[in-house]
């Protein structure tokens, strides 16, 4: 029986629960020669169960890379009615030309709801500027908040202007600062003194992309998409045993794990070193960050109790490591993340599940900046051991990382 059989077979069976039926499609098509691209493609290409399709097309989001068979199968999809749906997964990969047909294919009949409504939501997160000109033909709230991003200076004008004439309509400033360009956050920066409350403005000015008291960047250009891969395939390490001291539940006393390793020398940050962000192993929630400095041959765990990694417990499904690609949006999501159904990044601004502030290093009182972010959607070796997403801050002149979780 063909892959793609085998797929339809699982996708139709009744007695598996959605989640169960995820799992095992990505267990099948991994364990394919090419990690199930070939197998996915021609799924999408062929099959004319919206079910099966829309499982492929998760499989195939999970991978990095294979551009050309994301791209045939996205081009089969556009023509194939209601299972148009399953290319919104593939998005971030196809080209230009063809994101551009489906804006078209929307405009021409804009119906909220319709299957090809998730394929334009995608593009408005991934690639706003081929949608905005067509705001006007959209309905949805949320495909207009995607379009923030990277919007024209007089957008951020209009926007000021509403927020003064509105009584402090925050929504309207919210905005600017979710539009994420110089002249967005030149104009928080002007508005500074019509705040009263001190901490709202500078949570405003860290997500438009500045920190308030280094005047640095609130990221590290460019932004990367990532996808957990075999350990040889990236220097950026997920998972595995760790020697030294790491954070450790005060609950359950559950020791943290390694969730990732930035290294320094293959991402284009400036990095002092390699920086390495910690999470635990259990699902207690008794505390939402873990503190670390990490150095040469030394770690050292703020706040909180501390003890030796385990290594029969797991937050990441076995030694592995993230592959980076291009981000297809530089200037920033404006669109909150869904925790457990995101995309992990290392590099640019965060795409936050809720907007908060960013943590600030015990060592030199300063504003971090955002590093990663990583998330506990499938991968293509098992689930992640935790729920949520967790988000990387790092300083670069003390080394200290931050994690912070959000659900």
């Not at 438009?208 to 957990?228: C, I, Q």
């Not at 505390?287 to 990694?309: D, I, K, M, N």
Request: aromatic share 8%.
């Amino acid at each position: 029986m063909r892959p793609k059989e085998k797929l339809e077979q699982i996708a139709a069976d009744a007695a598996l629960s959605v989640p169960d039926k995820e799992a095992r499609i990505i267990e099948l098509l991994s364990g394919e020669s090419d990690r199930g691209v070939a197998a996915a493609v021609d799924c999408l290409v062929e099959t004319d169960d919206e079910r099966a399709a829309d499982f492929a097309a998760i499989h195939l989001a999970l991978l990095p890379g294979a551009r050309e068979g994301k791209t045939r199968a996205a081009e089969r999809l556009r023509g194939a009615g209601p299972m148009v749906r399953s290319a919104s997964r593939l998005v971030p990969w196809l080209p230009g030309e063809l994101l551009d047909g489906f804006v078209a294919d929307y405009v021409a009949d804009p119906k909220a709801g319709s299957p090809l409504s998730d394929v334009i939501f995608e593009i408005g997160v991934n690639a706003p500027d081929r949608l905005r000109p067509f705001a006007d033909k959209v309905e949805s709230h949320f495909i207009h908040r995607s379009l923030l991003s990277g919007s024209p200076d007089e957008l951020v004008d209009a926007f000021l202007e509403r927020w003064r004439e509105e009584d402090d309509d925050y929504d309207a400033i919210e905005a600017v600062a979710l539009i994420r360009t110089p002249h967005a956050v030149r104009t928080l920066i002007a508005v500074r003194e019509e705040f009263e409350d001190a901490e709202e403005w500078e949570i405003l000015l860290e997500l438009a992309g500045l920190l308030p008291d280094t005047e640095k960047s609130a990221g590290h250009p460019p932004a990367y998409l990532g996808s957990v891969v075999d350990e040889a395939e990236s220097p950026h390490v997920m998972g595995g045993h760790v020697d030294g001291p790491v954070p450790v539940c005060p609950a359950c006393s559950a020791p943290a794990q390694r969730v990732l390793t930035v290294a320094a020398e293959a991402v284009p940050f400036g990095l002092a070193q390699d920086a390495s962000f910690f999470w635990y192993t259990c699902s207690c929630g008794a505390l939402e960050t873990t503190t670390v400095r990490v150095g040469p041959g030394e770690r050292y765990v703020f706040y909180g109790p501390h003890g030796v990694s385990d290594p029969s417990r797991s937050i990441v499904p076995g030694k592995r490591a993230m592959a980076l690609e291009p981000h297809p949006n530089q200037v920033g999501v404006s669109l909150e993340a869904l925790a457990g159904a995101s995309r992990h990044q290392v590099g640019g601004l965060p795409r936050w599940v809720e907007y908060d502030a960013h943590p600030h290093c015990p060592e030199c009182r300063e504003a971090m900046p955002f590093l990663a972010s990583v998330d506990s959607g499938p991968t293509p070796f098992g689930a992640m051991g935790f729920r949520g997403t967790l988000f990387c801050f790092w300083c670069n002149d003390c080394g200290v990382s931050v994690t912070q979780h959000q659900s």
